[in-house]
């Protein structure tokens, strides 16, 4: 997930126009992807996602980080956490409405690798209060935005954790990858 440097995953109003990308990023994330075959996500991202990626690879200007990644896309399981989306019409998706313990739980045991959270800042905030992050794979984006939607919000008891990377990109960008340390 990006994060500004004061903790921000997007603006006041869903901003996301100051998050920092180039080809070595692009290239670094789709390595780690392509390990992986769930991603989570919440019903506003997960939308976002569905207007671009089916389609990503077909466009005339397509670059080789949407060719790969609309690839991935398509093939991945994807988990959507909304009261209102419907199933009808999605292709390897499920949609959790209710009783999310159980059925995170559920799926945890299916998955066949590791599942990715996308974005999705209410779905974070839901599962870090459910305890249901094993780990944080963060891009320190290099601003300070002051106000925005904070990647940690609700959190009740301190969580420790334990640095597995960090990589710094030409674009500024800081990669933090940390595990859920008991």
Same mark, same amino acid.
């Given at each position: 997930?990006? %994060?500004? /440097? #004061?903790?921000? %995953?997007?603006? $006041?109003?869903?901003?996301? #126009?100051? =998050? &920092?990308?180039?080809? +070595? ?7 780690? =992807?392509?390990?992986?075959? !769930? ?14 990626? $089916?389609?990503?690879?077909?466009? *005339? +200007?397509? !670059?080789?980080? #949407? ?15 909304? @009261?209102?989306?419907?199933? +009808?019409?999605?292709? &390897?998706?499920? =949609?959790?409405?209710?009783?999310? *313990? ?10 066949? &690798? ?6 999705? $800042? ?5 599962? =870090? ?12 984006? *290099? ?6 939607? *904070? /990647?940690? !919000?609700? %959190?009740?008891?301190?969580?420790? /954790? &334990?640095?597995?990377?960090? @990589? ?15």
């Amino acid at each position: 997930m990006h %994060v500004s /440097l #004061d903790g921000f %995953v997007a603006g $006041p109003n869903g901003e996301m #126009d100051w =998050i &920092k990308f180039d080809e +070595e990023l692009f290239d670094y994330v789709g390595k780690r =992807i392509s390990e992986c075959d !769930s991603a989570l996500y919440g019903r506003v991202t997960f939308q976002m996602m569905e207007n671009y990626w $089916p389609t990503a690879a077909e466009k *005339p +200007e397509a !670059s080789k980080h #949407d060719i790969e990644h609309s690839k991935w896309y398509m093939n991945a399981h994807k988990i959507v956490l909304s @009261r209102t989306m419907k199933e +009808e019409g999605l292709s &390897k998706t499920t =949609i959790i409405r209710d009783n999310l *313990p159980d059925r995170i739980e559920e799926i945890k045991q299916k998955a066949g &690798k590791e599942i990715l959270l996308f974005g999705s $800042p209410r779905a974070t905030h839901s599962l =870090i209060q459910l305890n249901f992050i094993d780990g944080y794979w963060l891009f320190v984006n *290099p601003i300070i935005l002051g106000r925005g939607i *904070p /990647l940690f !919000s609700g %959190v009740k008891d301190k969580i420790n /954790l &334990k640095l597995l990377n960090t @990589r710094k990109f030409t674009c500024g960008v800081t990669e933090l990858d940390y595990t859920v340390a008991g």
